[in-house]
């Protein structure tokens, strides 16, 4: 079985631009969650979706977005894009939102922001 | 709120040499807890979890045992080799909050041939 898909591998973008990342799931997985991975905060949660309904948010500014199609695969958008911003996406997947089970995690998309 | 604390790295260690990384909790409810490993270029991969008050989580000769009483699940190996490098990340899930998985900042291993 296919693990989660996350394109692209690697992305340089400018300050100001937007970005968006895409994450295909495990077939038959409905939860899609979104991190942040840097050197100097570790992982943090950016959002969760099922059924296409965002759950959960974290802590980050509106330029962040996602949204998740009835397929199950989901898209993250950053707009006005900042140097921070500079980081491993990372996108996990999972069968149902809340069964407390582990999440299958992407090999991320690494973005880089010149 | 929920937290987790991991033993800040990097750890250096010779191949064969006992492994222990610590990791401790704060949450309000009952948590289930995970150990995940990063390798080089990859995507995080679940290592082993516990669910339960006492729970012994193992896989790959790695072990970690739920301590309610201590709030902790450190990882330990009794003997690692090189393929063991990697950044590896304790983790919590509370079902009775908000479940999401709360990482731990990571611990980066080096093992030496």
């Known amino acids: 079985k296919a693990g989660v898909t996350q394109t692209p591998r690697y992305l340089i973008k400018t300050r100001g631009q937007q970005v968006t990342l895409s994450c295909s799931p495990i077939?038959?997985?409905?939860?899609v969650s979104w991190y942040q991975q840097t050197p100097g905060q570790g992982l943090q949660f950016l959002f969760e979706?099922?059924?296409?309904?965002?759950?959960n948010k974290g802590n980050f500014p509106g330029r962040f977005s996602g949204r998740q199609f009835s397929n199950s695969r989901s898209e993250m958008n950053v707009s006005t894009l900042e140097l921070g911003d500079s980081a491993l996406y990372l996108c996990?997947?999972?069968?149902?939102?809340?069964?407390?089970?582990?999440?299958?995690f992407g090999d991320g998309t690494r973005l880089s922001i010149l | 709120g929920n937290s987790v604390t991991q033993m800040e790295g990097p750890v250096t260690l010779s191949e064969e040499a006992f492994l222990t990384i610590n990791c401790t909790y704060t949450?309000?409810?009952?948590?289930?807890l995970f150990w995940y490993v990063q390798y080089p270029g990859e995507g995080l991969q679940l290592l082993l979890k516990?669910?339960?008050?006492?729970d012994k989580g193992s896989n790959k000769g790695f072990e970690a045992t739920y301590r309610k009483e201590t709030t902790s699940f450190h990882l330990e190996k009794g003997s690692v080799q090189v393929s063991d490098s990697a950044v590896y990340f304790c983790?919590?899930?509370?079902?009775?909050?908000?479940?999401?998985?709360?990482f731990g900042k990571g611990t980066r291993l080096h093992i030496l041939p």
């Open positions: 996990a997947s999972s069968l149902a939102a809340g069964d407390n089970q582990p999440q299958h």
């Open positions: 077939s038959g997985h409905r939860s």
């Open positions: 979706y099922f059924s296409e309904t965002q759950r």
């Open positions: 949450a309000t409810g009952y948590p289930s």
């Open positions: 516990a669910t339960k008050a006492d």
């Open positions: 983790a919590l899930s509370d079902l009775g909050r908000d479940d999401k998985i709360i």
